[in-house]
């Protein structure tokens, strides 16, 4: 038995101000994995999703960036405002939120929801 059923790895890479790459963690990413945490144990999924802090996804123009395993979903852009929803529908329900998805052939690109 798996010990979590999905991971939402949420970039919270940071980097000095100004940098022309910019930087998750300035467009708000720490906050919205802790509304990932809050919520997912509010609703009972916390020992079977996991919402983790990583580095550099290489998706920082797109950011904030979170990809989603096992599906390799990438989303792009998220907002608190969006957390609810991603929950709701891909973690709960197994319908990835396209209208968030990483438009990029670098990402989703192998993704049965990408079809």
Same mark, same amino acid.
């Given at each position: 038995? $798996?010990?979590?059923?999905?991971h &939402? ?7 000095? =101000?100004?940098h022309?790459?910019? +930087? ?7 906050? &919205?994995?802790? @509304?990932?945490?809050?919520?997912? $144990?509010?609703?009972?999924?916390? *020992? ?9 996804? !290489?998706? +920082? ?18 907002k $608190?405002? !969006? ?10 329900? !197994?319908? =990835?939120?396209?209208? @968030?998805?990483?438009?990029? =052939?670098?990402?989703? @690109?192998?993704?049965? *929801?990408?079809?």
């Amino acid at each position: 038995m $798996k010990r979590f059923e999905k991971h &939402i790895f949420v970039c919270e890479n940071s980097r000095p =101000p100004g940098h022309p790459k910019g +930087c998750c963690a300035e467009k708000g990413s720490p906050e &919205i994995r802790e @509304l990932f945490k809050s919520r997912l $144990k509010e609703l009972g999924l916390n *020992t079977k999703v996991r919402a983790n802090s990583c580095g550099c996804l !290489d998706a +920082c123009e797109f950011g904030p960036s979170i990809v989603i395993y096992p599906e390799q979903v990438w989303y792009g852009g998220v907002k $608190k405002e !969006d957390v609810e929803e991603i929950i709701q529908s891909h973690i709960i329900n !197994d319908v =990835p939120v396209k209208r @968030l998805f990483i438009n990029h =052939p670098l990402y989703n @690109l192998d993704s049965e *929801t990408n079809k």
